[in-house]
């Protein structure tokens, strides 16, 4: 497949050391370099915590609310 991309300066000229060096061609060069970033891809994983009630009984609403209110002043003051 034939394509067009556009380099970085900076990752241009690092593929013209390579092939300066004389042991692979340009194309195989890049290549060798995106097989290896796309075989080292692993999608991102987030852990995720279900966080649960263990059953006994809810503090009062106005309770919850106050204290709440209580840690984020206390956060962000």
Known sequence: MRTTLTLDPDVAARLDKEVARGKQTFKEIVNAALRR????????TKRFVQRTWDGGPLPPWDQIKETLYEEDVERYT
Do not use: C
């Open 37 to 44: 970033g796309l075989d080292g891809r692993r999608p991102a």
